[in-house]
């Protein structure tokens, strides 16, 4: 019956490797989401926006959408405001010209290509048509 009990030593002993084998379970899940992403969002590919003289000079962003809206001078462009990586919301950088990605540092040129950082994919111009 004595060897029956679980004594301190067993029980601390299994709490242990247990705690150690959940450490490394989540490091090797949280490594492969970092290593392997799977953006859940993307912009549709179809979508209104408001009539171009609504919208000021420069960078808006429409939440909406998850979307910015570049206005320069009589041009508008569309760019994707999901960071291809895991899927956070890039800024505008003015003192740089380009959108960085604060979750884990990707850096997009202002037209949404990739310059640094762990997103695989660019950001992209979306396509826009006045209806």
């Known amino acids: 019956m004595a060897s029956d009990q679980l004594t301190r030593r067993k029980f601390l002993s299994r709490v242990g490797w247990l705690a150690t084998f959940g450490t490394v379970g989540g490091l090797t899940a949280a490594s492969g989401r970092y290593l392997f992403p799977n953006v859940l969002y993307e912009p549709p590919a179809e979508f209104k926006i408001a009539p171009p003289e609504e919208y000021p000079e ?3 962003y429409v939440s909406t959408k998850r979307i910015f809206v570049v206005k320069q001078q009589n041009l508008i462009r569309v760019v994707s405001g999901v960071c291809t ?4 919301t890039v800024r505008w950088v003015e003192e740089h010209n380009r959108w960085e990605c604060p979750c884990h540092g990707s850096i ?8 640094a950082g762990p997103a695989p994919k660019p950001a992209g111009p979306q396509a826009a048509a006045l209806v």
């Open 58 to 60: 420069g960078v808006t």
């Open 108 to 115: 997009f040129n202002d037209e949404g290509a990739v310059t």
């Open 85 to 88: 990586h895991i899927g956070c």
